[in-house]
């Protein structure tokens, strides 16, 4: 053992009380994989740990879990098969297959080129490993010949369902980044969306690398690499390899079209086009037979960012061929007319005891069990009759979940592979969709409240929209729940009962909008615009609000509450109105009165002017004078004399 095994902490140590750990075989940026026993099922099994580093990443937790689920919904031979995920104190793990052997990138650093029939082998089995995920609804986003295991027993399976995505930026190197930008559609490089074609875009490079010996893209940087993929067309294998056949060329520039709609829909679609070119080129897949290529894992591994090897020491890769020489035919041929005296003899030792050996094999021994089928994705009725057919009882069975389509088949008990007497009952589980769920009274909660009830609830938040409303801040006003399906969204502020699966809007207060009546406007100004709102101004005169400060904000245009953003409009003071003060002088004691009073103003003289008769008074001054401006209500001061 390594001075790196020695020192892995892991190692020998027993995980959820089931899983000893043997010894390390691969590290990468994200988990580490090492070989472990299954002490419950006495099993050798992968066993993939998430590093600590990233324990506390929920993003990638939730992607780790992810992979595990993906994965185990797929019984398909070419999938490398997930059989438990869990956590043991603050290590996440994936159990997974044990499958000796090396990756196809290995292969390619052998050989640098494979041969056509080798090509159209790990093809076809990674396309029906595929096709099985992208029937099922599943995208695996990180098609790369470092995800491809060759075991040594010749099977070619995909690995790596959703880990590769849950990797952050800041966690990947150079050369991983190289190697995973190499494979990158165009529409994940300008628009970061992926479907089943971007997986098919992928594999129409890898295709490209297998024929060729050589990616179609180079570059220093993975900015370089990634403006070809967005810009440029995939060039012709057969212009680097001209022993590429024509078909296979085509299927090349198929596959790696720039529009997605322009490429295979799924992993089906490319697979019965290479199968249709298999009998065209009368090349089918070949049987797969180990062939020692000297590859050594270890720690040299450690910056690879290949976590899908699963053998220690040294790898005898699978490889494919269509061609026997002579010395290899006459050595079998040798070995089998020496073999042949020993099956006569074991024949007739089999017919001796044939008859009781036969019946019981048939009839109570292990010839008389029925393996369970793969029927994940299936409706009952196919599920009913493919079950049928193996002599065996399909039982109905359901469970609410997300992951599967209403009505589809999620999986059987007894699982995939299980072998029963026949006429044994298999409870198909149907997925019955998502389950519904009873929210409580959402309202006056905070946001973080809501949202951890929501997301409890599987019930996805996708807009938060904050107002000034009188409840407090951060405090949820309004809570709308849009159902799959369904264009009108339900209410939920005082609670309700809705589907899992579905998307909300959370409206929440950020409090009043702040009172600034009184405020001199640089200082009402600078108050609204700390909390988000922008202000426009009106001026109006008054006598109760001084000059230059706020009377009042106008309410909004179209009613509601006020959000971050909008512009509010503050009615500022011009002061008390003024008003021109008639000239009175020269006119009699009443008609002066009555004139100042017109306008607003209040007259004042001596009380014993009363006593003569207006006709013989005449207004000889006044205080203020006439044409001078003043509040209404002011007192003009009349002096009087005598006329006459």
């Known amino acids: 053992m390594s001075t790196s095994q020695q020192a892995d902490p892991l190692i020998g140590r027993l995980v959820d009380g089931r899983y000893r750990v043997r010894a390390r075989i691969a590290r990468g940026g994200m988990a580490t994989v090492y070989v472990a026993t299954d002490l419950r099922l006495e099993r050798r099994v992968a066993l993939k740990v998430m590093h600590g580093h990233l324990s506390d990443d929920t993003v990638f937790q939730s992607r780790f879990i992810q992979e595990a689920r993906a994965a185990a919904r797929l019984a398909d031979p070419h999938v490398v098969n997930v059989f438990d995920q869990g956590q043991d104190g603050d290590m996440a793990y994936l159990v997974m297959e044990y499958l000796p052997g090396i990756t196809l990138r290995e292969l390619l650093r052998e050989q640098r080129r494979l041969s056509i029939p080798q090509t159209i082998t790990i093809m076809d089995a990674v396309l029906s490993g595929l096709a099985a995920a992208h029937r099922a609804g599943i995208v695996h986003r990180d098609v790369k010949p470092e995800n491809v295991l060759l075991a040594e027993d010749g099977r070619i399976k995909i690995g790596d369902f959703g880990l590769a995505r849950a990797t952050s930026a800041n966690t990947a190197t150079g050369q991983m980044l190289l190697g995973t930008i190499a494979y990158l559609a165009p529409e994940l490089v300008t628009r970061g969306t992926a479907d089943a074609r971007s997986d098919i875009y992928a594999l129409g490079i890898m295709l490209y690398e297998m024929l060729t010996g050589e990616q179609p893209y180079k570059g220093e940087q993975p900015m370089q690499i990634a403006y070809q993929h967005a810009t440029d067309s995939v060039p012709r294998p057969s212009a680097k390899n001209p022993g590429v056949p024509e078909p296979l060329d085509e299927l090349v520039l198929w596959a790696t079209e720039r529009q997605p709609?322009?490429?295979?829909?799924?992993?089906?679609?490319?697979?019965?086009?290479?199968?249709e070119i298999e009998k065209d080129l009368g090349v089918h897949p070949q049987v797969v037979r180990p062939t020692q290529i000297g590859v050594v894992v270890g720690d040299g591994a450690a910056d690879s960012g290949e976590l899908t090897k699963v053998l220690p020491g040294t790898f005898t890769a699978p490889v494919v061929s269509a061609e026997v020489d002579n010395a290899t035919k006459l050595r079998r041929r040798t070995r089998r007319n020496s073999a042949k005296g020993m099956w006569l003899l074991i024949l007739v030792l089999l017919l001796a005891g044939g008859a009781g050996t036969a019946g019981w094999w048939f009839g109570s021994g292990p010839g008389s069990l029925v393996a369970v089928p793969g029927l994940a994705g299936s409706t009952f009725d196919e599920a009913e009759e493919a079950l049928s057919e193996l002599g065996l009882v399909a039982v109905r069975g359901g469970e609410h979940t997300l992951e599967v389509d209403e009505g589809l088949t999620i999986r059987t008990e007894p699982g995939t592979g299980s072998r029963l007497e026949k006429d044994a009952e298999v409870e198909v589980i149907l997925s019955l969709g998502p389950a519904t769920v009873t929210l409580p009274k959402l309202q006056d909660r905070t946001v973080d409240e809501v949202s951890a009830l929501l997301a409890d609830a599987e019930i996805e938040v996708t807009d938060s929209v904050p107002y000034f409303t009188s409840f407090a801040e951060d405090h949820v006003?309004?809570?709308?729940?849009?159902?799959?399906?369904?264009?009108?969204?339900?209410?939920?502020?005082?609670?309700?009962?809705?589907?899992?699966?579905?998307?909300?809007?959370?409206?929440?207060?950020?409090?009043?909008?702040?009172?600034?009546?009184?405020?001199?406007?640089?200082?009402?100004?600078a108050t609204l615009s700390e909390v988000g709102l922008k202000t426009s101004?009106?001026?109006?005169?008054?006598?109760?609000?001084?000059?230059?400060?706020?009377?009042?904000?106008?309410?909004?245009?179209?009613?509601?509450?006020?959000?971050?953003?909008?512009?509010?409009?503050?009615?500022?003071?011009?002061?008390?109105?003024?008003?021109?003060?008639?000239?009175?002088?020269?006119?009699?004691?009443?008609?002066?009165?009555?004139?100042?009073?017109?306008?607003?103003?209040?007259?004042?003289?001596?009380?014993?002017?009363?006593?003569?008769?207006?006709?013989?008074?005449?207004?000889?001054?006044q205080d203020p004078a006439g044409g001078e401006y003043r509040v209404s209500g002011t007192v003009v001061t009349l002096q009087l004399t005598v006329t006459g």
Do not use: H
């Open 261 to 275: 709609d322009e490429r295979p829909v799924d992993a089906r679609a490319m697979l019965d086009r290479l199968r």
């Open 477 to 525: 006003v309004r809570v709308y729940v849009t159902e799959q399906g369904r264009d009108e969204p339900v209410a939920c502020a005082d609670g309700c009962d809705v589907l899992q699966g579905s998307t909300a809007e959370i409206r929440y207060s950020l409090g009043q909008v702040p009172d600034v009546a009184g405020d001199r406007l640089e200082d009402a100004q």
């Open 537 to 621: 101004t009106t001026e109006e005169f008054s006598s109760e609000v001084d000059e230059g400060r706020v009377i009042r904000m106008l309410p909004r245009k179209d009613g509601g509450s006020w959000r971050p953003g909008e512009t509010i409009t503050l009615v500022v003071s011009k002061g008390p109105q003024l008003f021109e003060i008639p000239s009175v002088v020269g006119q009699t004691r009443d008609t002066a009165a009555q004139m100042l009073r017109d306008a607003g103003f209040e007259p004042s003289y001596s009380g014993l002017w009363n006593a003569w008769p207006d006709g013989f008074t005449e207004v000889t001054s």
